[in-house]
């Protein structure tokens, strides 16, 4: 029905001490650092009256969104649409190591074509997100947090304004940060990018 909207908070987890250092991309066992506590906490203090808390399958997302969920009296429900991007053979591997790559050059000059070797596209990522908020949007979900990786919130963002994926540069996604889309069966709207809660 034309009256439903559902809020959305997507929440990029806190930082963990790899954060600039390694794509971790889906490695398992990678947990919060301090400062990545810390930003759970000023999110769970931040964030309004929440009807459901989601989170990627991933250790950082599920320690960020327990801190949401304990606060906001909800349960926590994995969802494998928020998980980040599979980056196949990448994963793992320092940045320093990846930016003497050319094909790992490419993909960040052109995420609308590129692809990790064996793993996913941001296209494919994209896709999966489209599908996973037309399900929310139709659910009537009410307000919801969604705690999920930069990438992926990116190309949540892209699909809302219309953007090319190759234009990821152009805004940041920050450890710790709420974005906020509004979702209706018909129609997609940014409320608010990158906003980082302090203490």
């Known amino acids: 029905s034309p009256g439903l909207v559902t809020i959305i908070h997507l929440i990029r987890h806190g930082a963990h001490d790899l954060v600039s250092r390694r794509l971790c991309g889906r490695t398992p066992g990678v947990g919060l650092s301090d400062t990545g506590r810390r930003q759970a906490q000023a999110l769970a203090r931040a964030l309004p009256r929440l009807d459901r ?21 909800g349960r926590l429900e994995e969802e494998a649409a928020l998980n980040e991007i599979d980056f196949g053979d990448w994963t793992g591997r ?6 003497a790559l050319p094909e790992w050059r ?3 000059a ?32 009410g307000a919801v947090a969604a705690v999920s990786h930069a990438d992926v919130i990116k190309s949540v963002v892209a699909l809302t304004l219309g953007l090319s ?10 450890p710790g940060s709420i974005t906020t889309v509004s979702a209706t069966p018909e129609h997609l709207s940014l409320l608010r990018l990158n906003e980082v809660p302090h203490g």
């Open 106 to 108: 490419r993909w960040n």
């Open 110 to 141: 052109a995420r609308d074509q590129g692809r990790a070797p064996t793993g996913e596209a941001m296209l494919e990522v994209q896709g999966r997100l489209s599908r996973w908020l037309e399900t929310m949007a139709a659910a009537d979900a």
């Open 94 to 99: 320092d940045f320093a190591q990846l930016d």
């Open 53 to 73: 808390v989601l989170t990627s399958p991933l250790d950082r997302t599920r320690e960020t969104a327990a801190v949401i969920a304990a606060a906001h009296s």
């Open 165 to 174: 994926l190759r234009h990821h540069d152009r805004f940041e996604i920050a």
